[in-house]
């Protein structure tokens, strides 16, 4: 039987509980959960306390194998035309997903001058350059303060605080400020947040997911067809599901169609190449679409970055590597809406009187 772990809820930015896993599989229950189930990776948070914004960084130690797919029409990114399988750079260091839209890229700065000082990053004469890709969420207008936004501090703290324990989730670095459900304006949305998920097989192999939930729509259980989260109904007690909206031609889509994104990283312990990791990570959009209604559309900057750490010396078709990827994608998208916590404005999934779906 396979294993699937999950990460931790938070409360608070240093808070953090532990999760109950699977006791088929017999696992530890004090075992690292989500992205840090992945030998050699640790995750660090930074969240701003002036308004719900911050970042997330993915630490891969001496570097991993990297690949990227943006599917979204509106993405934020950095340096995602270095992973191109043919061009020279082979590895990553970092990865980093932010709140701030644009602005918040200037977080990867950060993390960059914390790899330097710890030596890690791409030799070249007199020094090191590290690799650090990033991606965005659209938060600024949250609390009327635009001006408040991830840094390159902000990238510095997270890139230290980083650890190989259990990862906090919900309202926490680059979760702080997502929310969903703005089909039909701010006003009927909802709390997104940030969740993560593993998988591991018999033999070792490990499949894991981080995700920043930002959406234009609906987060969905695949299981059920549920929805968990997303648009609500005018009395703001129920979800409308955007699934029917649309069907239904009203109401039409916001007039300003933008703060949405779904970002984040897959990683597993496989040998694999960049151009491998790249299919990856374009399979592992197939948990975006089957647990977010609609994705990928013209105003999200849907991105997932793939890692590879090449510690498992099993071998496993890429297609199955692929597939997990996004088993693990959908899970920890649910956990990211499950995990939230309400601000104003923005109730999270947990809050909700009744979750049921009435007439748009």
């Known amino acids: 039987m396979r294993s699937l772990c999950f990460g931790a809820l938070r409360f608070g930015v240093c808070a953090v509980s532990l999760c109950a896993v699977g006791s088929e599989a017999g696992e530890d229950a004090e075992a690292p959960r989500g992205l840090t189930a ?3 990776l640790s995750v660090g948070h930074h969240t701003l306390a002036e308004k719900p914004t911050g970042c997330t960084v993915i630490l891969t130690g001496k570097g991993a194998v990297a ?3 943006v599917r ?3 993405p934020g990114t950095r340096e995602t035309d270095l992973l191109d399988p043919s061009t020279l750079v082979q590895s990553v ?3 980093v997903l ?5 602005y918040g890229l200037d977080a990867a700065g950060g993390v960059m001058r914390f790899l330097e000082e ?3 990053g791409y030799p070249v004469s007199g020094g090191v350059v590290p690799i650090v890709p990033a991606a965005i969420i659209f938060d600024l207008p949250l609390n009327d303060m635009f001006g408040v936004r991830p840094t390159a501090d902000c990238g510095y703290r997270a890139a230290r605080d980083a650890t190989t324990g259990l990862i906090a989730e919900g309202n926490v670095g680059a979760g702080a400020g997502a929310t969903l459900g703005k089909m039909a304006g701010t006003a009927r949305a909802m709390k997104g947040g940030l969740g993560t998920a593993s998988l591991t097989l018999p033999g070792g192999l490990t499949i894991a997911a981080l995700v920043v939930v930002n959406a234009w729509g609906d987060v969905i259980d695949p299981a059920t067809g549920k929805v968990i989260a997303g648009v609500r109904t005018l009395d703001g007690k129920g979800l409308a599901d955007a699934r029917r909206l649309l069907r239904s031609g009203t109401p039409r889509t916001a007039s300003r169609p933008d703060g949405n994104s779904v970002v984040g990283v897959v990683a597993t312990n496989a040998q694999l190449t960049q151009a491998e990791a790249r299919k990856v990570a374009q399979m592992a959009h197939d948990g975006y679409a089957r647990a977010i209604a609609p994705v990928h559309t013209p105003f999200d900057g849907d991105t997932i970055f793939a890692l590879a750490t090449g510690r498992h010396s099993g071998s496993q078709p890429l297609g199955v590597i692929g597939a997990l990827a996004a088993d693990v994608m959908a899970e920890a998208i649910l956990r990211a809406v499950r995990q939230a916590e309400s601000i104003p404005g923005y109730p999270a999934a947990k809050d909700l009187e009744s979750n049921h779906t009435e007439s748009p």
Request: net charge negative.
């Open 98 to 102: 932010s709140g701030g839209s644009a």
């Open 67 to 69: 690949g990227v797919d």
């Open 118 to 120: 710890a030596g890690i």
């Open 93 to 95: 260091h970092a990865i």
């Open 72 to 74: 979204g029409g509106a």
């Open 38 to 40: 992945v030998e050699g």
